[in-house]
């Protein structure tokens, strides 16, 4: 059994900065690519932001140069560190990683998602 919990999201106003953590436990054996994406109403869940584990990342053109993507492999943990918040962030934000079981079966998991709000 894994899981994915994540903490740190909020209200905000804009300009302002929050910064997310999603912890992975479980019968955990090594993790891939981890990420995060968001989900605005009435619109589709999108990639933000993804980091390796060599530490490879990417990120949504709209994030880049305020989001940060890091991640703690001795904790099984990765962050977004969200800067210069823009009201279009609102969204829940949902972790995601490609988890190597103890087991040795891969699967992509994913978090229960944390609510962003930037204010105008």
């Known amino acids: 059994q894994v899981q994915l919990v994540e903490s740190g999201g909020g209200f905000v106003q804009a300009g302002g900065s929050l910064r997310l953590s999603c912890a992975a436990s479980?019968?955990?054996?090594?993790?891939?690519?981890m990420g995060w994406y968001r989900q605005a109403p009435g619109k589709q869940r999108e990639l933000v932001a993804r980091?390796?584990?060599?530490?490879?990342?990417n990120y949504a053109d709209s994030v880049k140069g305020r989001f940060t993507i890091s991640r703690d492999n001795a904790v099984n943990t990765v962050y977004l560190q969200m800067n210069s918040l823009k009201p279009e962030d609102t969204a829940i934000y949902v972790c995601?990683?490609?988890?190597?079981?103890?087991?040795?079966?891969?699967?992509?998991?994913w978090g229960q998602g944390t609510q962003v709000t930037v204010s105008s």
């Open positions: 995601n990683a490609a988890i190597i079981t103890t087991t040795m079966y891969t699967y992509d998991y």
């Open positions: 479980g019968s955990i054996f090594s993790i891939n690519a």
């Open positions: 980091i390796t584990n060599g530490g490879k990342t």
